[in-house]
């Protein structure tokens, strides 16, 4: 069966400085990865997702991730943080087909944005 | 386009209540999930259903839980009856199975039993 942890439970960074988010899977085979933000009292809205290919995906809100077979890792990165993005962020796996079959979610994430 | 649709958003109802939430799955969307949030547990996949099929009902806890698609554009997840450890927050995600396309959720129901 997939996991997926995300080891840190709280990160605060000030406004305008670098952010990444670590996302560690087990999954035997290819995963797919993916990213959410969950704002409070609202569902979840897809950042960005890996299937296949370039390693390196874009995602929207200027986020982007990594994937790293070698090390299980999927991690979230954005340059540069803006007080909007204070939000809790979720990765997944999926077993296959892509959103197709059910996902793993790890505990999340919640970003604190410092002024 | 409207994304996936959720009702009630929030539900407050006494132990031992029938309680029935609602999902209407983006229009094309065959796959349909229905997911748990919970502080202690995260997020829990309760089940989910492939054209209307149910796939896979592993994740749903117990026998008091039951879900239904009659139909491409509605779903139900019925709780029968409810106690107060099924106080969390239900999503509903819908996807289209083949492209490899990710999962839309709804914006979910708070459930809240007293």
């Known amino acids: 069966a997939q996991s997926v942890t995300q080891p840190d439970i709280h990160i605060t960074v000030s406004e305008g400085a670098s952010l990444e988010l670590r996302c560690n899977y087990s999954y035997g085979a290819t995963p797919y990865l993916f990213w959410y933000v969950q704002s409070p009292g609202q569902g979840l809205q897809l950042l960005l997702k890996?299937?296949?290919?370039?390693?390196l995906v874009q995602g929207i809100k200027g986020f982007e991730a990594e994937f790293k077979r070698s090390q299980s890792s999927f991690n979230l990165r954005k340059p540069s943080v803006h007080w909007s993005d204070a939000a809790e962020y979720f990765c997944?796996?999926?077993?296959?087909?892509?959103?197709?079959?059910?996902?793993?979610f790890g505990k999340g994430t919640h970003l604190i944005i410092q002024p | 386009d409207a994304g996936v649709i959720q009702s009630p958003r929030h539900e407050v109802t006494e132990m031992g209540q029938e309680v029935t939430l609602r999902c209407k799955p983006i229009?094309?969307?065959?796959?349909l999930f229905w997911y748990r949030q919970t502080m202690m547990r995260g997020l829990e996949l309760l089940i989910y259903f492939n054209n209307n099929v149910p796939i896979d009902d592993s994740g749903m806890p117990e026998d008091r839980f039951s879900a239904k698609m009659p139909n491409a554009s509605f779903s139900t997840l019925k709780i029968q009856p409810s106690e107060p450890r099924d106080s969390a927050v239900y999503f509903c995600?819908?996807?289209?199975?083949?492209?490899?396309?990710?999962?839309?959720f709804g914006d979910g129901t708070r459930l809240s039993i007293l």
């Open positions: 890996y299937f296949s290919g370039d390693t």
């Open positions: 997944a796996v999926g077993a296959g087909r892509g959103g197709a079959d059910g996902l793993t």
């Open positions: 229009s094309g969307h065959n796959s």
């Open positions: 995600a819908s996807s289209q199975q083949v492209g490899n396309q990710p999962q839309h």
